[in-house]
Every structure is written in C-alpha cells, then in structure tokens.
C-alpha cells in the first residue's frame, strides 16, 4: 500500500512539473467566476432529466469581463473546442492531448484553463443536448436532433447521462475551489509557505485532472449517437463514475486547504486594515492595494476608461462610501460640483466604494451602479460586488458606516486616514477645505464667526457670486406658507420697481417639484444640516457659539407661531449689517416703505427695512437743504424715515 502511494505521489510530481512547463501566463485576465457560474447553469439545464422545466430567461454571457487578452472569449472557447473533440483511445493519448491543451491555454492563469475549458465543454453538450431538451414540444428541435443522429428517448442511456451529470458537478466544485485560491490576496498576507506550496501544488494537479476528466467526456460523444450500443455505453458510463469519484475525493481535501488559507488570509488582512494608521507608508499605494487588490486585481474606472490604483499615486482620496443608489440626484451631483469645480482639484480625487445593504448584491443594485458609475466623474470600483467580504466588514464594523448613508473618508498620499468624514466639510466649503482634515476645518470655522450669506449660499445659488461682486443686496425668504411667500414676492416686486435694487430667493422646504428653485432649496437647507452636525463637533457648553445658534434657529424655526422668515444682507457683510426678520413683522415693513413711495428713493433695501422698524415722530419738523442737494433721500434725525420733499422760494 504504500509503495503504490509512493509511485503514485510520484507519478503526480511528474505531471505537476510538466504542467508547470507549459505555464507562461501574460498578464491576460478573465473573469473566471462569473463564467464558471454560466457553465454550470447550462450544464445543468442540458443534462436535466426533466425537459419539462422552463428555458432560462437572461443570457449573462455577454457580461463576462477578459481584459488584455489577444483573444476573444467565444475565440478561445471556440479554438479549445476544436482540440478537444480530436479523437483519442488509450490513456496515453488522453494524456497527451491534456498536455497540449495545457501548451495551448500556457498564457492564462490556473483558473482560467479550467474554466475555459469547462467552456468547451458545455459549448459542446448544449449544443449536442439541447435539441433533445427542446425536442418534445419543439419539431424543428426535434428534426435537428434526428439529423445530428441523437437519440430522443433517454431511457436507454439514463446511467451514462446521470454519470456525466455528477462528473461534471464535481468538475465545477473543484474548479470553483480552484478560481477561489488564485483570487486569494497572497500578496497582501504572507502565510506560511509550507501551506501555500503544499495548497497550490494540488492546485495544479487539480488542474491537470479538471482539463482531463472534461476531455475524456468530450470522447464518449459517439456512444451516445449510437443507440445500438448500450453495452459499451454502460462501460462508458463506469468510467465516468471512476473519474468522478476520483475528482470527489480530490476537491474533499483541496477544500480544506483553499479554506485554511483564506481564512488565515481574512484574519492577517483585517487586522492589517485595523493598523492602517499605526504603521508608516511610503505613499498610499500599499493601502489602496490592500482595500481593492484582494480579489482578481479589482480595477478602477472612471466612466468607461480604466484606472490603475498607481494613478492615483501622490493624491489626497475622498473615499465616499455609499448604497449603490448614491444621494438623492442632486446632492450627489453638488458634492462633485463643490470639488472638481475647485483649483486644489489636481491634487484630489473622488473614489466611490458602493456597499450593498446585504451581503449579496441584486441586479438591481448592478443596474443602478452601472449606470452611475458610467455617467459620474468620479473613480469608482470596476466590480464592487467582488469585494473582499473582509474589506466590507471591517468598513461597516471598525468605520463609522452605517448602511443607507453616505459618508466621505480622507486618505492623505501617505496613505493615511486624516479624517473619518468629510462630508460635512465638503458639503460646506467643497474644495475649499483641502486636504480636508479634522485641523482644517477648526481653521475654517475661525474664518467664519457667523452665518453669512456666503457660507448659506456660495456654490448653491449660480448667480451668488456674481451679485457679490456687483453689490447687490440679497434677501433669504423661508416658510411653509404660500399665501404668505406670495404677499412678500409682490410687496418686493412693487420696492424693485420703486428703484430697489435686491435679490429674492425662496428658500421655503415645502417646495417638491423638479426644477431649479427646489435644487437649490434642497441644497441650501443640507448646508445648514451640515454646518450644525460640523458645529455640534466643536461646541463647549461654556462657551456658546453664534453660527450653531443662528443655524440651529432657522433649522428649528417655529412656522406656527411665526409666518416665516427672511435674512437681509449681502455675500461680503459684516454680521452686524445683515438683518433677520421674522412673519409679521417683514409684511408691515415692506409695506411702509411701498407708502414711502418716491420719498424713499436712493435708500438701500436693508436700510430701508431696518428704518421702517422705528416708530414715526409725533411732531412735524422742517429741514432746510439747498436745491441741488434735493436730490438725496433726507431722513429725520430722531426717526430716521425718509422725510417728504417740498420746494420753498425766497
């Protein structure tokens, strides 16, 4: 016994070394999962002894991923075919054509041979069975399998057919085992090297034996054409069972080792992804590798154009983390517009890592991705539903990362996480606040001791800066009545045409329909929510903070008890010369100085609005000034309203 262990450990040690000959593999890649998968549903329709089951109704063929490859992947498919179905008797010539088979696939990797030629394979049985399989409710089916000589009762080779069904059931077990450790990250976690030798050394024997069984498959073609034959389509039939058992207890051990080494992989790279910020990088390319290397290589893009993790070598990433579905539409196209629309932009860029709510991704959730992956500037995983599961578990467990929010993580070019969430601050100052770190932004907010204009509306509005820079006054209007928001435009229509040049926005949250105005409403008020939630960071209950007292009043505002409110100013005041009025009280002044009529004319409108709040004088008084000085407004000293004009002769 165990001298025929011997010749047999032998004899593998042969073929392993042979194999590994014919091994040149150039860099060509194929997505090997994703194509065993449609093998295996195809092969499993085709040899289903029930043909009443329905037809699958997708074809995901057309979806498979081969990326620098000189050859297409029906070409491959096709070109190993022809090779296979060459007729062979005897072992030694199997053997031979495994070997050549093995020189013609040498520049893939281990798991793209099997699966390609898992391909061959069910290419060949589907078209061989699927006549058969449509045969009893489809004639033309029917008469294209008479032609071929395919024998339409199964009955007489039922052994043979459920044979062929477990050899090749275990022939995708193996390969799935076989696809699993050449996705494993080895680079990323070093194991122990007496486990990886032993593992991948079984790897490519199971190779040999995978590319083997499914050719011998290919040579039983003939019994089953020839109906006559039953007895040797029996011995057939043995064969395949021999080989089935064989590969059986080949995959009982394999899985094993495939396990032992991803799980010891799992443990060595989470633990790594938990000293991200203790240990020293040169740049962040050891840990961009580490987030998206851990599987097939996982590639980058940017619309339809790849994008190699040492692109973004030397640049600060905002690693936004969301549900496929993104922000709101509008939110999401703002967060972009408040970074790439900013100087410091060549220095940043925007790397989406989509998280689905479960463990598995829907077609749903492909579809929506693919579509915004590929109308978005930003970098985005290629595949994001090959994430390493370790990768998504540490960024819901060890990150603040809640599913169904969004959330945006800086990364310095040292490969260092400076901030656990940005969002707010780029929601806020967008590229303003590069490279957005926790220092930075306690540097903003000493620049900004109040709740301008400037930091409500810069970015949102696409008229602000420009009336800045022209010096228009601006008027900031919210409430949730329209009566009320109506009276207001046409009492500021009626001081616009009196000569009052100002600015009304309606920033009222009651608004729903799509355009504009609601763009900027939803933008304005996801400002305010992110000054507070950056404000309540920072605030000591010692010390009260002005901005988190204005924001919180106009987030909390009570619509009940006062009609709404309005915020007079201009994008470069000072705090003291912006004006906050609130319901009644803005109705009863502009309509004041509607009566002011003329007399008011060369007035500023938040002048104007604040003098309407002092009450008239008592008595009447005259002012005297020269005709050519009659021109200017002249306001009475103690009430300070415009006073009426009159002209006196002496």
């Given at each position: 016994m165990n001298s025929t262990r011997s010749i047999s450990s032998l004899n593998e040690d042969i073929i392993v070394e042979q194999i590994l000959r014919t091994h040149d593999p150039d860099g060509r890649w194929i997505d090997?999962?994703?194509?065993?998968?449609?093998?295996?549903?195809?092969?499993?329709?085709?040899?289903?002894?029930?043909?009443?089951?329905?037809?699958?109704?997708?074809?995901?063929?057309?979806?498979?991923?081969?990326?620098?490859?000189?050859?297409?992947?029906?070409?491959?498919?096709?070109?190993?075919?022809?090779?296979?179905?060459?007729?062979?008797?005897?072992?030694?010539?199997?053997?031979?054509?495994?070997?050549?088979?093995?020189?013609?696939?040498?520049?893939?990797?281990?798991?793209?041979?099997?699966?390609?030629v898992l391909g061959a394979l069910a290419a060949t049985y589907g078209g061989l069975l699927l006549p058969i399989h449509l045969g009893s409710n489809d004639p033309v089916a029917a008469s294209i399998a008479t032609l071929?000589?395919?024998?339409?009762?199964?009955?007489?080779?039922?052994?043979?057919?459920?044979?062929?069904?477990?050899?090749?059931?275990?022939?995708?077990?193996?390969?799935?085992?076989?696809?699993?450790?050449?996705?494993?990250?080895?680079?990323?976690?070093?194991?122990?090297?007496?486990?990886?030798?032993?593992?991948?050394s079984k790897i490519r024997l199971a190779t040999y034996w995978v590319v083997k069984s499914a050719l011998a498959c290919l040579q039983q073609i003939p019994y089953f054409k020839q109906p006559q034959q039953a007895t040797e389509s029996r011995s057939a039939a043995g064969e395949i069972s021999s080989l089935g058992y064989q590969l059986r207890s080949m995959?009982?051990?394999?899985?094993?080792?495939?396990?032992?080494?991803?799980?010891?992989?799992?443990?060595?790279?989470?633990?790594?992804?938990?000293?991200?910020?203790?240990?020293?990088?040169?740049?962040?390319?050891?840990?961009?590798?580490?987030?998206?290397?851990?599987?097939?290589?996982?590639?980058?893009?940017?619309?339809?154009?790849?994008?190699?993790?040492?692109?973004?070598?030397?640049?600060?990433?905002?690693?936004?983390?969301?549900?496929p579905e993104l922000l709101p539409t509008e939110p999401f196209h703002f967060l972009l517009q408040q970074l790439y629309d900013h100087p410091s932009n060549t220095n940043t860029e925007i790397l989406w890592i989509p998280i689905p709510t479960s463990q598995k991704w829907t077609e749903e959730e492909k579809q929506t991705f693919n579509f915004s992956s590929n109308s978005l500037p930003c970098i985005s995983v290629k595949r994001p539903w090959l994430m390493s599961s370790t990768v998504l578990n540490f960024l819901r467990t060890e990150w603040p990362y809640r599913d169904g929010e969004t959330m945006v993580a800086v990364m310095d070019t040292n490969g260092k996480v400076v901030n656990m969430n940005a969002m707010d601050m780029v929601l806020i100052w967008g590229g303003k606040a590069y490279p957005f770190t926790a220092s930075k932004e306690d540097e903003l907010w000493e620049e900004d001791h109040t709740l301008s204009l400037q930091l409500m509306l810069d970015g949102i509005h696409p008229e602000f800066n420009t009336w800045v820079k022209q010096g228009r006054e601006i008027c900031l209007l919210g409430s949730d009545d329209s009566n009320w928001v109506d009276e207001i435009k046409s009492l500021a229509r009626k001081l616009q045409n009196l000569g009052f040049e100002f600015e009304l926005?309606?920033?009222?949250?009651?608004?729903?329909?799509?355009?504009?105005?609601?763009?900027?409403?939803?933008?304005?008020?996801?400002?305010?929510?992110?000054?507070?939630?950056?404000?309540?960071?920072?605030?000591?209950?010692?010390?009260?903070?002005?901005?988190?007292?204005?924001?919180?009043?106009?987030?909390?505002?009570?619509?009940?008890?006062?009609?709404?409110?309005?915020?007079?100013?201009?994008?470069?005041?000072?705090?003291?010369?912006?004006?906050?009025?609130?319901?009644?009280?803005?109705?009863?002044?502009?309509?004041?100085?509607?009566?002011?009529?003329?007399?008011?004319?060369?007035?500023?409108?938040?002048?104007?609005?604040?003098?309407?709040?002092?009450?008239?004088?008592?008595?009447?008084?005259?002012?005297?000034?020269?005709?050519?000085?009659?021109?200017?407004?002249?306001?009475?000293?103690?009430?300070?309203?415009?006073?009426?004009?009159?002209?006196?002769?002496?």
């Open positions: 090997s999962k994703t194509l065993l998968q449609e093998v295996e549903a195809i092969l499993s329709f085709v040899l289903e002894t029930d043909v009443s089951k329905p037809l699958p109704t997708e074809n995901c063929m057309t979806n498979i991923e081969v990326f620098d490859s000189k050859e297409t992947l029906p070409y491959a498919i096709s070109r190993i075919s022809v090779q296979m179905l060459c007729p062979c008797t005897g072992e030694n010539e199997i053997h031979t054509r495994t070997m050549f088979l093995f020189d013609l696939l040498k520049e893939y990797r281990w798991d793209a041979k099997a699966v390609l071929n000589q395919l024998p339409m009762e199964r009955t007489k080779f039922r052994p043979w057919l459920n044979s062929l069904s477990l050899l090749i059931k275990v022939l995708v077990d193996v390969t799935k085992c076989i696809t699993e450790f050449e996705r494993l990250p080895f680079k990323q976690a070093k194991l122990d090297s007496n486990l990886v030798g032993e593992t991948m995959h009982t051990g394999l899985s094993k080792q495939v396990e032992e080494c991803s799980t010891q992989i799992e443990e060595k790279i989470y633990q790594r992804l938990r000293n991200i910020n203790t240990e020293t990088h040169q740049d962040n390319q050891e840990v961009l590798q580490l987030l998206f290397s851990l599987q097939d290589d996982l590639r980058l893009q940017q619309y339809s154009r790849q994008v190699a993790i040492t692109d973004l070598k030397e640049k600060v990433i905002l690693l936004l983390l969301s549900k926005i309606d920033l009222s949250k009651r608004t729903v329909d799509s355009t504009e105005e609601s763009s900027i409403q939803e933008l304005f008020w996801l400002r305010l929510e992110s000054v507070k939630r950056s404000k309540l960071k920072r605030i000591e209950s010692s010390n009260p903070d002005r901005v988190f007292e204005e924001v919180t009043e106009l987030l909390e505002f009570d619509y009940g008890e006062h009609k709404g409110w309005a915020v007079i100013g201009n994008g470069s005041t000072a705090e003291k010369e912006k004006e906050k009025i609130v319901g009644k009280k803005l109705t009863e002044r502009m309509r004041r100085i509607v009566r002011w009529g003329e007399h008011a004319a060369g007035m500023s409108f938040a002048e104007a609005i604040r003098i309407a709040e002092e009450e008239p004088c008592e008595e009447s008084h005259t002012v005297v000034v020269p005709f050519e000085e009659g021109s200017r407004v002249v306001t009475c000293e103690k009430c300070r309203r415009p006073m009426k004009k009159f002209v006196a002769y002496q």
